[in-house]
């Protein structure tokens, strides 16, 4: 799809992509952080989730692949309607990644999360198969990013069934 076949590393658009998708995830922790020790104590969790501590780190890695993935994107553009289509599923994509801390932890719905990850894991295979197509390896680091969030669906199935 691009057509651009040279690449030259720009360090500050890197840092910004990158910044980007730890926004996302400092933003998120706005509603998750106070709901970890309050209400998301009080629901009954599978025993397959992870430790609380697990979490930040998983998403602190997640968010920087992801942040290159997008990086390596962006210097492919091309002004074409593909790039203008592959940059808005990727902005698509991070709202439905922030919007599930605010629907879970913020509002104490776990259906209406459960739902979100849904649609999370749809965004991001949309996402992962966009940027294939202007660069594997910008693809291709997407790949942890839906394994985590295919892990998620499983979870929030879970968590519907033992708290309906």
Not at 17 to 31: D, E, K, N, P, R
Not at 95 to 110: E, K, P, S, V
Not at 114 to 142: E, P, Q
């Amino acid at each position: 799809m691009a057509t651009k076949n040279t690449f030259k590393f720009q360090f500050i658009p890197l840092f910004i992509s990158i910044l980007t998708t730890q926004a996302v995830g400092i933003a998120s922790a706005y509603f998750t952080l106070p709901e970890v020790e309050g209400w998301y104590r009080t629901i009954a969790k599978p025993p397959i989730t992870p430790p609380d501590w697990a979490f930040a780190p998983v998403w602190t890695a997640i968010y920087l692949l992801t942040g290159i993935s997008a990086y390596i994107v962006w210097e492919r553009r091309d002004g074409s309607l593909a790039y203008k289509t592959v940059s808005i599923v990727y902005a698509l994509q991070l709202l439905i990644n922030f919007l599930w801390a605010f629907i879970f932890f913020g509002m104490h719905q776990i259906f209406g999360g459960m739902i979100d990850t849904v649609l999370l894991w749809l965004a991001v295979l949309l996402n992962m198969i966009c940027f294939y197509k202007f660069n594997r390896v910008a693809g291709w680091l997407l790949l942890p990013y839906l394994l985590w969030v295919s892990f998620s669906v499983v979870l929030s199935v879970w968590l519907l069934q033992l708290n309906q």
